[in-house]
């Protein structure tokens, strides 16, 4: 049913389209071409260079050969962003990203209202539009945060391989000590392209708008082209120590004063060369994409994005009801309805690793308790970990969660208070001193990292293995496929709901071989047993492991150190 409603929504809005395209007068512009909206040409002397734009493949490296000062300029690389560098021309899903996660639902709601009358208008009014319904009213400081920890994931996706190794071929020139000047265009605000352009990618100058503020609050009126240019100190964008400077054109025409002015030639792509573009993978990052933040996990195409609103309605309800079977039934019959339900669980067993379930002695009581240490996902890591080794024995060590899921977890957790011996002994009166018995889940990495990578493991809970407790490293692996459910910056008592509104979230639990550990080794040898317990699950997730920890997190997505006192448990994650 939700099928066929999209599709008759999609059929709507072609139609409105049409009707709207036929009442507006269009001037047709002189000598339309097939060409007529990529950059012109550098005008020189030669005609055959003013009619003809070479492909993008004839884009050589910096000249080597030359010998010269180490420190002389290789040339300058302008290219566009929209169109150029990213392989989608359109920025409906970067401003409908900014609408969401800075606007609210409210914003994007409409935002999305707005698409089929963009489709009409020209480039520059639908920028136009879009910065106005998407910026008016924010506040700057907090989109700073948002546009450094949101907007670069996005970005990044859409980056086109051919064109980041069109500009950056030049190993060579950079062993000789000369490297080719970067410098990007874009119509989108400064705002949003410069933290990703700089930060990620490494590119020189931005030349982009900036937009209009007013006691700390944006007016959703940005610079115009013209405007920009004539602010624009040209030596020091485009670089005065010589050398050629070429352009790398989209399929708009972004700047064209720019191109025109100050390229000797304009490498166009067409829109066959565009169709056969691939994304830059992930692994050439110049600076490797481990934290970002924001609620939203897709791409918020229109599609997208109004299959997003119409799924609310029923994810919502859909999250209560997901949630209260986790909480009010026993883990063998919550697992198969959650399944039914559409959230997916697997567990996987090492061969050679015990049953994960306890076992008893020949009196019926518990043998010693096992610590689990795994990789930390989302905030049902310790849940998911529990219903999969068939035990709500386990206790979970938290650290900065909301009191509402401390009072709704269906196991018991015990808070952390970053003091190494008050935790310490917390962490020992949990697997020792429990009339229970029991188990302790632990995530070592401090805080969640969605990417593939794994912090830096804090050997504390290695610490205790000298007591006989065996440690047995987890590997989760979590996939969403609409909300995020953690964040940096926003309200940590909503992460469970977010997580839960996906429509096919899934778990995937690796018991891996218990790590042997030694008595009486030390810091020395706890820190030998958390290096271990991290290769073990980078191997058998396929991550990077990294020695970043939860402060560089919260400096890079909040600006703080991430250390909450003892009644800011909702606000951190």
Not at 112 to 132: F, G, N, Q
Not at 517 to 542: C, H, I, P, Y
């Amino acid at each position: 049913m939700s099928k066929a409603f999209t599709k008759s929504l999609l059929l709507y809005n072609k139609i409105l389209v049409r009707r709207l395209r036929s009442l507006i007068a269009r001037t047709p512009l002189p000598s339309v071409t097939a060409t007529e909206r990529q950059p012109p040409p550098h005008k020189s002397a030669s005609s055959t260079t003013a009619s003809t734009s070479p492909p993008l493949e004839a884009l050589t490296a910096p000249d080597t050969t030359t010998d010269g000062d180490s420190g002389a300029s290789a040339g300058t690389v302008v290219c566009a962003v929209e169109g150029g560098l990213l392989m989608s021309a359109s920025t409906f899903p970067y401003f409908m990203l900014v609408a969401l996660e800075a606007g609210g639902l409210l914003r994007g709601l409409l935002l999305l209202m707005l698409y089929p009358l963009l489709r009409v208008l020209s480039h520059e009014l639908a920028t136009k539009a879009m910065v106005m319904l998407t910026f008016a009213g924010l506040r700057k400081d907090a989109f700073g945060r948002l546009g450094m920890a949101v907007m670069p994931k996005l970005f990044l996706e859409d980056v086109s391989a051919e064109v980041f190794q069109a500009v950056t071929s030049s190993a060579a020139a950079t062993r000789r000590g000369r490297r080719r000047r970067c410098v990007c265009v874009s119509g989108m605000p400064r705002a949003m392209v410069e933290p990703f352009l700089k930060e990620y990618l490494a590119v020189d100058a931005v030349v982009a708008p900036e937009l209009k503020e007013l006691g700390g609050y944006y007016l959703g009126i940005a610079e115009d082209e013209g405007e920009v240019v004539r602010k624009m100190d040209v030596e020091e964008v485009i670089g005065d120590k010589g050398g050629a400077v070429v352009g790398i054109g989209g399929l708009g025409c972004l700047f064209p004063q720019l191109f025109q002015k100050y390229c000797k030639e304009v490498y166009v792509p067409t829109e066959s060369a565009q169709r056969r573009r691939g994304a830059l993978h992930p692994r050439r990052y110049p600076k490797p994409l481990v934290f970002h933040d924001g609620r939203t996990a897709f791409r918020p195409t229109p599609t997208a994005t109004l299959t997003m609103f119409m799924w609310l309605p029923l994810g919502a309800p859909l999250a209560v009801l997901r949630a209260a079977v986790f909480l009010l039934l026993p883990f063998s019959l919550s697992v198969p309805l959650l399944a039914a339900l559409g959230m997916h669980n697997r567990m996987i067993a090492s061969s050679s690793s015990p049953d994960p379930s306890p076992e008893l002695t020949a009196g019926g009581n518990k043998k010693n308790s096992s610590l689990f240490a795994c990789n930390h996902r989302s905030l049902l890591d310790p849940l998911c970990v529990s219903a999969a080794a068939r035990r709500r024995d386990l206790a979970a060590a938290t650290y900065s969660i909301s009191r509402l899921s401390e009072l709704l977890s269906p196991i018991p957790t015990f808070r952390l208070t970053r003091d190494r011996a008050a935790d310490r002994a917390a962490m020992q009166e949990q697997l020792f001193c429990r009339s229970s018995g029991g188990g302790l889940v632990v995530c070592p990495e401090g805080t969640t990292c969605r990417e593939p990578f794994l912090l830096r493991f804090s050997p504390l809970f290695a610490e205790l293995a000298a007591g006989g407790v065996d440690v047995v490293p987890v590997a989760l692996h979590l996939a969403v496929d609409m909300f995020h459910g953690t964040t940096a910056g926003g309200r940590k008592m909503l992460d469970p709901l977010y997580l839960l509104m996906n429509p096919v979230p899934s778990y995937l639990v690796q018991f891996l071989d218990p790590v042997v550990t030694g008595e009486g080794s030390g810091k020395e040898g706890a820190r030998a047993v958390a290096n271990e317990v991290q290769r073990r699950v980078a191997e058998a997730l396929g991550y990077e492991r990294t020695g970043l920890t939860r402060r560089d997190k919260y400096l890079i997505l909040a600006g703080n150190e991430g250390v909450v006192g003892a009644d800011d448990g909702g606000k951190k994650n």
